[in-house]
């Protein structure tokens, strides 16, 4: 497999890291009183949607230069 096809998904994986980090610390902040790590949970998660977000557009775009150059 060449490294063009794992830059999707390795940007989705560390994106749904992100998200699962995220949501630990946001519970954590939540159950203990800290605003502070409430927040930078929120944060992670907000980074990790963006992070999936852009794997999902790489994979997009590798399908539709794939396609175009099979033709």
């Known amino acids: 497999m ?3 096809k794992l830059k999707g998904g390795q940007d989705k ?3 749904m890291a992100d998200q699962a980090k ?4 946001e519970g954590v ?3 203990t009183g800290d605003t502070k790590m409430k927040v930078e949970g929120k944060l992670d998660k907000t980074k990790g949607k963006a992070e999936h977000a852009v794997g999902e ?7 539709l230069r794939d396609l175009r150059d099979r033709e």
């Open 57 to 63: 557009a790489k994979d997009k775009l590798r399908d």
């Open 29 to 31: 902040g939540k159950v």
């Open 13 to 15: 994986l560390k994106g």
């Open 2 to 4: 060449d490294d063009d």
């Open 22 to 25: 995220g949501a630990v610390k």
